[in-house]
């Protein structure tokens, strides 16, 4: 899995770098959790200047794809609780600690992809797709409401039990068993309301205003790979997100 690199590209060339590097990543030269080369052998192998292949590091690093530890080296990502938390759970309590979720799955169903999910997921109308529904409870009160949509060909054996058996979290599972390591989301809000199931799920009244957050979770080079939409019930909780973090 030896790339080469293109130079005759306009962009800089730690950008080629970064491309290769993420190119090989998504080919699983190197499993989530393991060390990266040295700085100097893959500058070696890229035949680049140590100061480049920096660079290029540095904005996987930035993007969430790699992390530094010190004196120990450069890692791939790995999905757990505290990536979890710190990345990609931003429903934190008005008062108190920031608290990681119980999930209970409500439903895992088997369907087709409507035109605007298949816009969404870059695939075809009609393709097979998995329906999941999950509660997210919060001090063991239902606060989030998770209906989540993938395309099936990227989980093909994915089952509700293997879904409700996992022991980490939803996207250490997408990492472990399937290969997908989920870098980055992007995420819509905007208000609702709740109607009558909603409402009985979530412990509030008909009606009552929610917080409806529209996610997109995207793996390399950009492609996605899960649609989810949350209703939150912000009678105690809130959306916080601090992007230096």
């Known amino acids: 899995m030896n790339q080469v690199l293109d130079r005759a590209v306009a962009a800089p060339l730690y950008k080629e770098v970064k491309r290769v590097l993420t190119q090989s990543l998504a080919q699983g030269e190197w499993q989530p959790g393991e060390a990266l080369p040295s700085e100097a052998r893959l ?33 791939i990502a790995s999905h757990g609780a505290n990536r979890l938390m710190f990345h ?87 990492q472990a068993r399937y290969g997908i390591n989920v870098l980055r989301t992007a995420e819509r809000l905007r208000a609702s309301l709740a109607d009558a199931e909603v409402a009985k799920l979530l412990g509030v009244r008909k009606g009552a205003p929610l917080l409806a957050i529209d996610r997109v979770a995207y793996t390399y080079h950009n492609a996605p790979i899960e649609l989810r939409r949350s209703l939150v019930n912000t009678a105690e909780h809130e959306y916080f997100s601090d992007i230096g973090k």
């Open 43 to 75: 500058a070696q192998r890229y035949g680049v200047s140590i100061g480049t292949l920096r660079k290029a590091i540095d904005e996987l690093v930035a993007e969430g794809v790699v992390v530094r530890r010190q004196g120990s080296g450069t890692f």
């Open 88 to 174: 990609f759970f931003h429903v934190v309590p008005r008062e108190g600690d920031k608290q990681y979720p119980r999930t209970t799955t409500l439903a895992f169903r088997r369907g087709r992809a409507d035109g605007a999910q298949a816009a969404r997921l870059g695939i075809s109308v009609g393709d097979p797709v998995l329906r999941i529904r999950n509660l997210l409870s919060l001090a063991d009160k239902p606060v989030i409401l998770d209906d989540m949509v993938l395309p099936q060909r990227l989980f093909p054996d994915l089952s509700e039990r293997i879904l409700t058996a996992r022991d980490n979290t939803i996207y250490h599972l997408y």
